[in-house]
């Protein structure tokens, strides 16, 4: 069963998203954002005014209850998800985690103030860190989280149509297991967005033959291959 909802938007006629406590927390509080009414398994598969009301449900919930709000999004088994149909979940964490630096990286993408990147040290292929351009205090409430959405789910159908493109013929592409964890320190919003895929998939270029000390420092620091997103 699933438990009362603490919150439905729009709050009048049929609800488009609802949020409702998490029947196993892994802290104190800890709560699931349903994305749609509709069966969709994806943020891709959202549309543009679905994600804004996911940004809403994000700021309300944050606004209720006091204390450093993690908002994060698995999809697919290998990353941890139980349930196919598209949801986030928020985390109140204990304590608000130290202050980072953004990732160093190359951009390959910037549309209304915001940025994506790919980071120089990824963990993964296809790894990317969407953030904005000008660093801003506000978190989880700035007015750029549904642009910061849209933008995340318009990588997640690029990572899905790059299977498809001619260069990627005989490889394996991105698969569908999805990571994307928004929020970071509270000086700045933070989303990042990982899509596994088998170790075979090249992510670029070679490094050079003979480097010199700079060029494998650099060459170490981007994983010896340039960013593997299309531009």
């Not at 549904?146 to 498809?164: E, S």
Request: glycine share 10%.
């Amino acid at each position: 069963m699933t438990p009362p909802e603490v919150l439905v938007l729009p709050e009048q006629g049929d609800w488009q998203v609802r949020v409702v406590p998490n029947l196993y927390p892994a802290l104190e509080r800890q709560e699931v954002v349903v994305h749609s009414r509709r069966h969709v398994r994806s943020l891709a598969d959202l549309e543009d005014d679905e994600l804004e009301l996911v940004a809403e449900a994000w700021r309300h919930r944050a606004q209720a209850h006091a204390g450093y709000v993690h908002a994060l999004v698995n999809e697919g088994r290998d990353a941890g998800s139980s349930l196919p149909h598209s949801h986030s979940q928020l985390v109140w964490l204990p304590e608000t985690p130290p202050a980072r630096a953004r990732p160093r990286g190359e951009p390959f993408l910037e549309r209304g103030g915001l940025t994506a990147t790919c980071p120089w040290a990824s963990r993964l292929p296809y790894e990317a860190v969407i953030a904005p351009v000008e660093p801003t205090g506000e978190g989880l409430a700035s007015p750029l989280l549904g642009p910061a959405l849209k933008l995340l789910a318009g990588l997640v159908r690029r990572g899905g149509n790059l299977r498809q493109h001619p260069a990627a013929r005989g490889r394996s592409g991105p698969t569908q297991t999805r990571r994307a964890a928004v929020g970071g320190p509270p000086e700045k919003l933070f989303s990042r967005r990982l899509l596994r895929s088998r170790p075979a998939v090249p992510t670029g270029g070679r490094p050079p033959s003979s480097p010199g000390t700079g060029a494998r420092r650099r060459s170490l620091l981007r994983g010896s291959d340039p960013c593997p997103w299309p531009a």
